[in-house]
């Protein structure tokens, strides 16, 4: 019997199998997809992630950031991170390392799925397996979630949001992530190769890239004449659970609940949240780890939500890029507390 079990091989999942063997338990991954896993996001990673990554020993190719730049066409604002760099790199290739770092430690990945989860006071079987512990790091929409009957339901009132996701064959324009602002949308440029852009939709209106790409004008004119990929989707991206906590099942990464890709912070969250939730195990204090999720998520979760409350209004909205842009310490102080 394994000690912990990480249902989900993504980012999230492949770096708590690596914790959890640094701290010395038993792991096993169970992961029915074939890796390089792909997903719809930013595909920029922020200076958080990146240490993070780099703790584990994990190198990934890409394109580094010095910070973020707010555009709505007609004025900017841009600010720089205060320490490290981020760093822009295909969701495949990230995926790729960490798999690649899981494999030379020796830990399985599983070729199944978690069909069902049973608890009692020692063990947690997930479908034909058993662990000490389950982790469910399965993402957004995650079985595990729901199989241990921690899904919540979300405010009917608050629209949801979708994610679209194009790479563009180019060189970039620019070493800062480019948020470009619409009425009803923004645009995610993220610098990934010396000939590849990436660009990301984020959307409550429903609709094909290049119709939400009419909406930036600026960003069409760079693209027009680049060669594109198929575009991916993601969403809704708001996922709700009760609790990160039940019994000896555990939640980490999207699974644990998300708000929104706003801010690019998803991936750091996730590893953070990796490292406390292994440190409770280890400490034999599984139930502290709701308590570290919170705390360790509270920055992302309050500046996302409030971005997300004032993008709701449309007199706000349009305020967003002019006020960053007429407070320059105030946007480089979020900006800072976002690449942490």
């Known amino acids: 019997m394994k000690d912990i079990l990480i249902a989900g091989g993504g ?18 991954v169970i992961e029915p ?43 900017q604002a841009e600010a720089l991170f205060a320490g490290g760099h981020g760093r822009g790199v295909q969701r495949t290739e ?11 430690q020796g830990i399985p990945i599983i070729d199944d799925m978690v069909s069902s989860v049973e608890q009692d006071g ?7 397996f058993s662990a000490r512990y389950l982790v469910g790091a399965d993402g957004l929409h995650s079985p595990v979630r729901r199989l241990a009957g921690l899904d919540a339901a979300l405010n009917g009132s608050t629209a949801p949001r979708w994610g679209l996701r ?5 060189s970039p324009w620019s070493d800062l992530v480019e948020v470009h602002w619409s009425e009803r949308s923004e645009a995610y440029v993220t610098p990934l190769g010396p000939n590849l852009v990436g660009v990301a939709i984020l959307s409550r209106h ?33 996922q709700a659970s009760t609790q990160r906590v039940k019994g000896r099942v555990m939640l980490v990464g999207d699974a644990a609940g998300y708000v929104d ?52 209004k449309p007199r706000l909205r349009r305020a967003i890029v002019p006020f960053a842009a007429g407070v320059p310490p105030l946007f480089g102080y979020l900006v800072r507390q976002i690449a942490r």
């Open 261 to 312: 890709a706003l801010t690019g912070e998803g991936l750091a969250v996730g590893f953070a949240s990796a490292r406390q939730l292994i440190g409770c195990i280890r400490a034999g204090q599984p139930a502290r780890y709701e308590r570290e999720w919170l705390q360790t998520s509270r920055r992302y979760r309050t500046i996302t939500e409030s971005l997300l409350w004032a993008s709701r």
């Open 94 to 104: 990230l995926h790729l390392a960490l798999h690649a770092r899981v494999q030379g």
């Open 33 to 75: 997809r074939t890796a390089p896993i792909d997903k719809a996001c930013g595909e920029g990673l922020m200076p958080g992630a990146v240490a993070a990554l780099r703790d584990l020993d994990v190198d990934v190719p890409g394109v580094d950031f010095r910070g973020i730049r707010y555009t709505n066409g007609n004025s």
């Open 206 to 238: 429903r609709s094909q890239f290049a119709e939400h790409l009419q909406a930036f004008p600026q960003l069409i004119e760079r693209l027009q004449d680049a060669g594109s990929s198929p575009v991916r989707g993601a969403g809704p991206l708001r």
């Open 11 to 28: 980012p999230v999942g492949l770096a708590t199998a690596l914790y959890a063997t640094r701290a010395g338990f038993d792991v096993a």
């Open 166 to 170: 194009c790479h563009f064959e180019l």
């Open 122 to 128: 020692e063990t947690v079987r997930a479908g034909g």
